[in-house]
């Protein structure tokens, strides 16, 4: 499988902390070796950076994990290839555009006799289950909103209906954002962490590196990070439960109805 | 105005070379310092790398001067902002997803009174002339050919239809590829390079840097280079004609009725 990892904030935040332990998991302290890529929303630009090589071996990693990119939106996948070749084109996450939003989708399972009738609308470029999802789902949402995005409370619900659609397939995790919010679904593994002062310090599972978050926010700060499995070991992080679909907004998850 | 480089090639090939010379003008022997970005197709496969702080100071352009990336049809671009504000979303170039394919787009120039009626197929993200010309572009093709992507003896009438159209707003040099083939439009500043057997030694105007072609290559590998401005000052380059369209496909032009 695949691991992910997100962030989301209530002011422009750096992952190079996350990232470090998490890029290790990509050919070093586990096996998704495969490719890896990030996309950090600044403002509602995004840049996705993509290599197919394992993570621990990307030059591209190396800038990312050097270069504090701040972002209030961020989403990380490193793979471990189930369906499609190891290539640059099946490499989450994807991109594409709807209501002139750059919106970012990154999964973590497989779906088992998946081939929906798509418009083409959106066309997957390659050949994974993960990017044909991405197409569907972007496409049900603009069908039933041609013309402009809708507010969460309209779209949310029609994001747990094709949730619930695709996850029937086999396993869903994934991983969504628009630039303004991140959405978060558990199909069988994934937790978070809510950080918020008082800010205390953590210290990572996948190295011996650790950070004292009160030395770099200001009390205002909220930062929310998602993770298939907890990055650090010195604090709480909230598991998932299946079938859990979660909005995170400024840094906090967004009560839904 | 902005500057633009281009790199079409029969073989994967990086452009490492260029480059060096290319991000030089992006702020230190040329004013462009508004942004930067470059983008490669690996196969149907993409990876764009922008920034907005200046191509000389940009850790990003650091990375892909020393990362030879192997590709076979590359666009960078320079921003010297025009219209839109120094930010990420600005920063070309810009990339859709079309039939199946990432298509690729940078703009040097400006375009007056141009304000298309668009269905929103494809929305602009940013606030530049350009995307918009990119997302007009790309539903002009998308309404003639809804289905899927027509050979290029189809497609180029139509692209030289809407490029007429376009161009009559203003200047539009811009540099457009789908990872199968380069098109390049020159409005007023636009030259490109043929680099074949026998290679022979390049020298950079922008640094004192020259390169062997010959120990790098092998006699069938084919290279087309295209500029705003030409890179070398001991090759003899090809001004394109102002309103002249011009398709590169395996390191060469190719001729269109």
């Known amino acids: 499988m695949c691991q992910l990892l997100g962030m989301n904030c209530n002011v422009p935040t750096d992952i190079c902390f996350s990232f470090e332990g998490f890029h290790r998991r990509g050919g070093s302290t586990d096996h998704h070796a495969d490719g890896w890529g990030i996309a950090f929303f600044e403002g509602p630009g995004c840049r996705v950076f993509l290599d197919a090589k394992s993570a621990v071996q990307s030059p591209v990693a190396d800038l990312v994990r050097h270069y504090p990119i701040r972002s209030m939106n961020v989403i990380a996948h490193i793979r471990k290839a189930t369906r499609g070749v190891v290539a640059l084109e099946n490499t989450h996450p994807f991109v594409r555009e709807l209501w002139g939003r750059y919106w970012i989708f990154a999964h973590n399972g497989i779906l088992e006799n998946f081939a929906p009738q798509i418009s083409g609308h959106y066309q997957p470029v390659g050949t994974t289950d993960s990017e044909l999802a991405f197409c569907y789902l972007l496409e049900v949402l603009r069908t039933q909103f041609p013309d402009r995005q809708p507010v969460l409370d309209q779209?949310?619900?029609?994001?747990?209906?094709?949730?619930?659609?695709l996850a029937r397939h086999g396993l869903f995790n994934y991983l969504l954002s628009n630039g303004e919010y991140l959405v978060a679904y558990c199909a069988d593994h994934l937790s978070y962490i809510l950080r918020h002062a008082p800010f205390t310090q953590a210290h990572l599972i996948d190295q011996d590196v650790t950070v004292d978050f009160s030395a770099l926010t200001t009390p205002d700060d909220k930062v929310a990070v998602i993770a298939t499995e907890p990055l650090t070991d010195n604090e709480i992080w909230t598991p998932m439960q299946p079938g859990e679909?979660?909005?995170?907004?400024?840094?906090?998850?967004v009560p839904m109805s």
């Open 245 to 253: 679909l979660q909005v995170f907004q400024h840094g906090a998850p």
């Open 155 to 165: 779209l949310f619900p029609l994001l747990r209906e094709v949730t619930g659609k």
